[in-house]
């Protein structure tokens, strides 16, 4: 993944097949969702996800990655 757009639309897939790797995870306090740290052994920075899935949304599973500076 190079270095990103503030505004690009990065997905937990696309991280996975570009040879990202999970770093760590944890639960968050609202209990619907996650977070995911990655990692890739050629890159100096850190990449967090939100992971979140709610039956009540037209689109139910919720994503949003961005780059830790």
Known sequence: MAQPAESEVVSIESLLKEGWQIAGYSGTA????????????????????????????EKRVQTNCYRLR
Do not use: N
Not at 30 to 57: K, M, N
């Open 30 to 57: 609202d209990g619907w969702s996650a977070f995911i740290l990655f990692r890739h052994p050629s890159e100096p920075y850190l990449v967090q996800c939100r992971a979140g899935y709610d039956v009540t949304r």
